[in-house]
């Protein structure tokens, strides 16, 4: 069940380039993985969607990487200060297949600690722009790592004749390209949020010729 | 009273929010349903945002066979805002609400920033919507009308009931590293804080041109935004903008507003109404 509430800080830590949040969880659902939650944004008019990274007994933390006002805001909050925090929200990756696989890509692997560990620690395949970035994936067990120029597609075409089942979350270009390997791959998708509840409509994203409601309809789909 | 702004709240999605309003303003209905613009929708900008939805909607079909009867099952007071691309549309859309039980208002939006707009003016549509309908008629005006109080004052003369002041006005934000639009449509609609001054003149300049009852709108997110807005001249307050970053501001809005009464020892907001007029008679223009 979703609730909003004011969450103090519990560290604010660098993995590479990117930040993990730590929370106090308060009385709030962790929920499924993949889903996310609305992260009120320090001094910003609107909140920011953030998948859940982590859920330890008393915690939430997000990995978010600090690229507008509203993650930079995030990323320069201290223990201490408090945030409004809102979810879960949407709906997360289904969990009861066979051989799961998990393809994620740059900030994308965000879900996927929370998610490996419901799973029980399934392979994963995660590519990065640097070695720098890289660096994210000590969060996530059982990962071949993969830098650009390589792309995780490479070792994804072979491990998909083993009858893995993916479940991805990444940029836009990685998704379509795991999509055209594995189509009924899980796919997390992004889009700018105002509200994450359904009601601002400004988070439609045309998939498969259709506009749907990310927050509402996703941020998890299947591929089609 | 606390409304929703139109457009900025799924009453079926989250039906705790719209209980916690007095009346519940539906997205706007046009003739056909709309799928609305190419993404990307939203933009925040330093002290609002920027949306350009597009009149996403199932359509006045979609609406009365779907949507309504579960709005109806909320309990709360519906009013339905209609759109449209000639004053026929509109007139129309009121014809087919008119019989319906469960619609108490109907509000004409005639002033979305992010559609083409009916060539006829906004009294011309409200003219041809009026014999239509029994029901209590709002005109959701722009602000950047070139003489507001005279489009309120037409719109009055033609058989407004009553005004909803304001819609957004048309913005633009552009790419931190490209400097290109960063809307699909390229300008959208500004609302939020920022807009909060320009309403509450919209809401005074009406309130002594018309003396109709007006839902006031834009920037409104404290108690305090609240009673300025009835004071300005606003009868109810509509929460826009403010939803998106809180769920739970209708609850909040109306304990701060309760509040901020008390402590001016006024009994009802409509003690308030109106307030900022001086000499505390208005002189209907």
Request: aromatic share 4%.
């Amino acid at each position: 069940m979703r609730r909003r509430e004011a969450l103090r800080v519990v560290a604010n830590e660098a993995i590479g380039p990117y930040t993990l949040l730590r929370v106090e969880r308060g009385g709030l659902d962790p929920g499924i993985p993949g889903q996310f939650f609305m992260l009120e944004a320090p001094g910003r008019p609107l909140p920011r969607p953030m998948s859940l990274c982590q859920a330890p007994p008393r915690e939430l933390a997000f990995l978010l990487e600090a690229v507008g006002p509203g993650t930079r805001a995030l990323a320069a909050t201290e223990p201490g200060d408090e945030l409004h925090v809102f979810g879960p929200l949407g709906n997360g990756y289904r969990l009861d297949g066979e051989k799961p696989l998990l393809v994620g890509g740059g900030i994308g692997v965000a879900p996927f600690q929370y998610l490996s560990e419901r799973l029980g620690g399934p392979p994963a395949i995660l590519g990065f722009r640097s070695d720098w970035h890289a660096e994210a994936a000590a969060l996530v067990p059982n990962a071949e790592v993969i830098v650009e120029p390589t792309l995780v597609t490479e070792p994804l075409t072979d491990l998909l004749t083993q009858g893995y089942k993916v479940l991805a979350c990444g940029p836009e270009p990685m998704l379509e390209a795991v999509r055209d390997l594995a189509p009924d791959a899980q796919l997390a998708w992004e889009a700018p949020m105002a509200c994450g509840y359904g009601a601002c409509y400004g988070c439609s994203v045309e998939i498969d010729g259709v506009l749907q409601r990310l927050c509402v309809a996703g941020p998890v789909l299947e591929a089609a | 009273m606390i409304l929703n702004a139109s457009g900025c709240l799924d009453a079926l999605e989250a039906p705790e929010v719209a209980r916690a309003l007095d009346a519940f303003v539906t997205k706007t209905v046009t003739p056909l349903a709309r799928e609305g613009n190419r993404p990307v929708r939203i933009a925040e900008t330093d002290a609002g945002m920027l949306n350009s939805i597009g009149l996403e909607n199932p359509g006045i079909e979609g609406l009365l066979a779907d949507k309504l009867p579960r709005l109806a099952g909320l309990g709360v007071p519906l009013w339905v805002s209609v759109g449209g691309f000639a004053a026929s549309d509109y007139a129309e859309l009121c014809a087919a609400l008119d019989d319906r039980a469960e619609v108490t208002t109907i509000e004409l939006n005639l002033s979305c920033p992010n559609v083409e707009e009916a060539p006829e003016s906004a009294a011309e549509i409200v003219a041809a919507a009026r014999p239509r309908t029994s029901k209590p008629l709002y005109a959701k005006l722009s602000p950047a009308a070139t003489d507001l109080p005279e489009t309120a004052r037409a719109v009055q003369a033609a058989g407004a009931d009553g005004l909803s002041l304001v819609n957004t006005i048309k913005g633009l934000a552009l790419d931190e590293r490209t400097l290109e639009p960063r809307l699909g449509r390229e300008l959208g609609g500004y609302s939020g804080p920022a807009l909060k001054p320009i309403a509450l003149a919209a809401v005074y300049q009406c309130y002594r041109a018309t003396g109709l009852p007006i839902v006031g709108m834009g920037g409104v997110s404290t108690g305090r935004d609240a009673l300025e807005f009835l004071a300005a001249g606003a009868a109810a307050v509509a929460l826009g903008t403010v939803l998106f970053s809180d769920p739970e501001a209708p609850g909040r809005v109306r304990r701060e507003l309760a509040e901020e009464l008390a402590a001016r020892g006024l009994p009802q907001p409509s003690d308030a109404t109106g307030l900022a007029h001086a000499s505390g008679t208005v002189t209907v223009a």
